[in-house]
């Protein structure tokens, strides 16, 4: 065991007038499994950057072994699988090769395939095995599972948590809470972390933001009390003072000694008021700067004229005259929330595609509603140039609800200047969830609608289709995801 010291870490991008991280500390193990969260945007990938030395910086980073990102850069991926791996580590043994492919549920035999003839899952898979050969490796794992259906990322996670350590960047909570023993996160004005899974570190957040509020809410009505009795008293310190120079009363003179007293007595009384006052004031400045307020999105979906939009009987589809799914029968109605799982490559983006109107080749039957109005959320994240200005107009969206609905999913104002192509691949996703969110149709067609999505905008999401339920059909392999919004399952 060994450790990874980070000491007075500072870091920002030329084009860019804050700071990414400012002056942060702190030490993790090389034994950790550490899942790493946080919104899109705040540094994970650059953090892991960073620990490759792709950056310059201010600060110290100091670890006694080396480290290997994850996704490794393939240079040619025509080549053979085999040479591949000898290219990451020519000195492993063999059998130790196929002990990791085995754990990962893939048959030796593919390393006499090229790369490139491999599934994503299937490339995800030997990376993996490859980089977990070299010895005294230090492995930053960033987002794995985007190209993982859900036996692929069970797979993957009981192997990862056979593992000594690693860092894990990682938006999946099922994936995460199998096989992380810490959880590093970063906040809005901190790093930090924290022993146990995803599970286990969200209760704790959820514990202290709600501490916090409860605290901030008590400060709140502790300083209007104090504000209160500080004017009251200085109120009757100011008039006990004025009756120093009132009339006799029975022919006698006030007391004005005495009554100086009583007034300055009041006015000390009124300032340590204050005092108390603005040390409520501090501490209550404190608290809340961690809580991401999970504002509430809002989705606008339009009703139907009949209660079936869509049926499907014996349909097929094709690639290359190749049937790709067969036989499968189904309807769509009001209000259903209908997720399509499968292993990758079983037909389900092919089956969106369709549904879409694109040109895929079919047998059977498919009936689609008159009129029927779709809203697409594609799986990638192409973007064109241009900023979000530009977006919206191209696509006939409301700029203000558009913007409003990402500053809500985390963006900060900044952002809105910067031209598309710069966005992380969460933040290009998230364009594509903003743009679907501001159409008014009658279904929504989301294709693996989460890839690169953090945590905290899945539970807004979550909570949006939970609350004002469109009909939708959704591709996700995301197990919880699918497990709070699904109404039915189509099984590829």
Known sequence: MSQISISHLSFNYESSCENIFEDVSFTIDTNWKLGFIGRNGRGKTTFLKLLMGLYDYSGVIAAAVDFEYFPFAIKNPSQLTRTLVDEIYPDYPLWELQRELSLLNLDAALLERPFSSLSRGEQTKVLLAALFLKPNQFLLIDEPTNHLDLEGRRVVSQYLKKKPGFILV?????????????????????????????????LNKQRQDQFECNQNKKLKQEIDQLKTAAKRTENWSNAVEKSKNGQRVSGLRPDRGHIGHQSAKMMKRSKSLEKRQQKNIESKEKLMKNIDWNDSLKIRPRAYQKERLISANHLSLYY?????????????????????????????????????????????????????????????????????????????????????????????????????????????????????????????????????????????????????????????????????????????
């Not at 999946?172 to 899974?197: A, P, W, Y």
Request: proline share 4%; glycine share 6%; aromatic share 8%.
């Open 320 to 492: 290359d005259d190749r049937p790709i799914l067969n036989d499968l029968n189904f309807t769509i109605n009001q209000g259903d929330r209908i997720a399509i799982v499968g292993p990758n490559g079983s037909g389900k983006s092919s089956l969106l595609k369709l549904l879409l109107g694109q040109p895929i080749s079919f047998s059977g039957n498919l009936e689609l509603g008159s009129q029927l109005q779709l809203s697409h959320i594609p799986q990638d994240t192409d973007l064109p140039t241009g900023d979000l200005r530009d977006f919206s107009r191209c696509q006939g969206i409301d700029e203000s609800l558009f913007k409003t609905i990402l500053r809500k999913l985390g963006f900060n104002r900044e952002q809105f200047e910067k031209n598309l192509t710069s966005f992380s691949e969460g933040q290009k996703k998230k364009v594509y969830l903003a743009r679907s969110l501001c159409q008014s149709v009658h279904l929504y067609l989301w294709d693996e609608p989460l890839n690169y999505i953090d945590v905290l905008s899945r539970l807004q999401i979550e909570e949006l289709l939970l609350q004002t339920p469109p009909t939708m059909i959704f591709v996700e392999h995301d197990r919880s995801f699918i497990d709070h919004i699904a109404t039915k399952i189509i099984e590829l």
């Open 170 to 202: 990682s938006h999946d909570r099922t994936f995460l809470d199998n096989c992380v023993d810490h959880v590093l996160s970063i906040n809005k004005m901190n790093i930090e972390i924290q022993k146990g899974n995803y599970s286990s570190w969200l």
